[in-house]
């Protein structure tokens, strides 16, 4: 039986009129029916989102830089006026937007992201691996990755410590016709010269000493898959030549003797350190850099994609709450500009391990403030002081009235003074979980449905207020 493809429709609370049954010829339906907009589902080829207004409601903005590569219909009722060039510009800045109208005939499959805008990664890929394309610099690493991954060529990456090597390896071999192939990886730093040949090789029984029974090796271990080989740069001469040898002929020979075997790898390497040096200075051999640069890929270092950062920290947010069992936890606004201001010498890691320490000893309190994060200035050398980040594009808002308030001589409206609290408290509560309805009415102590009702009767159901 042939598998559809799938669609999921954010009705933004709006009713769906039995539709979705009606396009179930063409598609594998699923149906978002919350008043707010959450993260369409992986492996997803064409988001519906039904458009209520000009602007894209706050919480996709928010969600911009994870949902930049993924198709998106905007569905207007029948009797809505089309959109005009500056709304769907507006929308546009999410990704690859159409609008059409919602109506019995189902959605045309074919939509796909527009090229030389979006980073050339699903969004589901992305998401997977915890990356995020809103940088040009980013854009660029995750196009060549996606170049890449369409070829079997040899990937050489390049980067600090901690810029996420790794990760772009794994998606390249996610990306590539061969992901259901095995994906080894292998820290040549890591394992002693002298065992490095025989843990990449293989070796046959009575190689030497030790050498008990026939191992194949991980080139063998990676057929047909990827093999990736970490911190290159500290391989020894003797293991380079028969690295060469690999890439040249496509077979190895394992320790021992015995006949070559055929390998189909593709390898992937990385390099905290400049390998163009190491040949200069003689520690590593010029034909095989030349042989490992075919498709180079330069990691930038998370201070120069500040603008990332708050995504960055949101998803590491969702994900370490999920790995230690905690209840969704939310980061201040006062957050951002902290973090995107630091230098962050360990990069992304030492931003996922920031995140997940401020999770554990936060304990019960749902709101991450800066507060959470004061240890990251405990290192923190004189001269690599704060710089100034971007503007957000968060709003700020409005400060709550106090509860000492003095009854002027002329009295007030108390029913006005209650609203104005309530509607200043519920804005806060919105700003600081970023939109997200159910856990601002947690932060408040309300049930969701009440928490609506409040911002019903309090005029907060437009976006833009």
């Known amino acids: 039986m042939t598998q559809l493809p799938r669609l999921h429709w954010s009705t933004l609370g709006d009713d769906t009129g039995g539709l979705e049954h009606r396009w179930a010829s063409l598609w594998d339906v699923t149906v978002d029916r919350g008043a707010s907009p959450a993260l369409a589902p992986r492996e997803v080829d064409l988001w519906v989102i039904s ?3 000009a602007w894209p409601p706050p919480e996709l903005n928010r969600m911009m830089a994870e949902v930049g590569a993924l198709p998106i219909l905007l569905g207007l009722a029948p009797a809505a006026p089309p959109m005009d060039a500056k709304a769907l510009s507006e929308w546009g800045s999410l990704g690859s937007v159409r609008w059409g109208i919602l109506g019995p005939e189902p959605p045309m499959p074919g939509l796909r992201p527009r090229s030389g805008v979006t980073t050339q990664l699903s969004a589901s890929q992305a998401l997977a ?3 995020v394309g809103a940088s040009p610099a980013m854009q660029d690493v995750l196009a060549r ?8 060529a040899t990937v050489l990456l390049l980067g600090e410590s901690g810029t996420g090597k790794e990760v772009i390896a794994r998606a390249i071999h996610r990306m590539s016709a061969e992901a259901t192939q095995p994906f080894v990886a292998v820290h040549c730093g890591a394992i002693p010269e002298n065992l490095l040949e025989s843990e990449l090789f293989g070796y046959n029984k009575g190689a030497f000493t030790d050498a008990r029974k026939d191992t194949p090796g991980k080139f063998r271990e990676a057929h047909g898959g990827t093999l990736f080989l970490d911190e290159v740069g500290t391989m020894p001469l003797g293991a380079q030549v028969r690295l060469l040898r690999v890439l040249q002929e496509r077979e190895v020979q394992p320790l021992g003797g015995g006949a070559p075997v055929k390998v189909e790898v593709r390898v992937v390497t990385a390099s905290n350190v400049d390998l163009w040096k190491k040949v200069q200075d003689g520690s590593f051999r010029e034909d095989l850099f ?3 640069e075919v498709v180079p890929i330069t990691l930038p270092p998370l201070r120069a994609r500040r603008e990332e950062i708050p995504f960055l920290a949101q998803h590491f947010l969702n994900r370490k709450a999920r790995e230690h069992g905690l209840y969704p936890k939310a ?6 500009p902290l973090l995107m201001g630091l230098p962050w010498p360990g990069n992304v890691r030492q931003l996922e391990n920031a995140i997940e320490r401020a999770i554990v000893l936060s304990g019960t309190r749902p709101v ?4 959470d994060f004061a240890f990251l200035a405990e290192r923190l050398d004189p001269a690599d002081a704060p710089v100034a980040p971007p503007p957000l594009p968060l709003p700020e808002p409005p400060a709550a009235a106090g509860f000492g308030l003095d009854l002027p001589p002329e009295g007030l409206d108390l029913n006005q003074v209650v609203s104005d609290m309530e509607k ?7 700003a600081i979980t970023r939109g997200n309805k159910k856990r601002a009415a947690d932060l408040l102590g309300l049930k969701r449905t009440t928490f609506l009702e409040k911002m019903k009767r309090l005029d907060l159901e437009d976006p833009e207020a």
């Open 51 to 53: 458009a209520r207004g």
């Open 129 to 131: 691996f915890g990356l």
């Open 145 to 152: 990755a996606r170049a890449a991954a369409a070829t079997r």
């Open 290 to 292: 030349y042989r490992l």
């Open 331 to 336: 980061l201040h606004p006062s957050v951002d």
């Open 368 to 371: 991450l403030t800066r507060e």
């Open 424 to 430: 200043a408290l519920m804005l806060q509560s919105l």
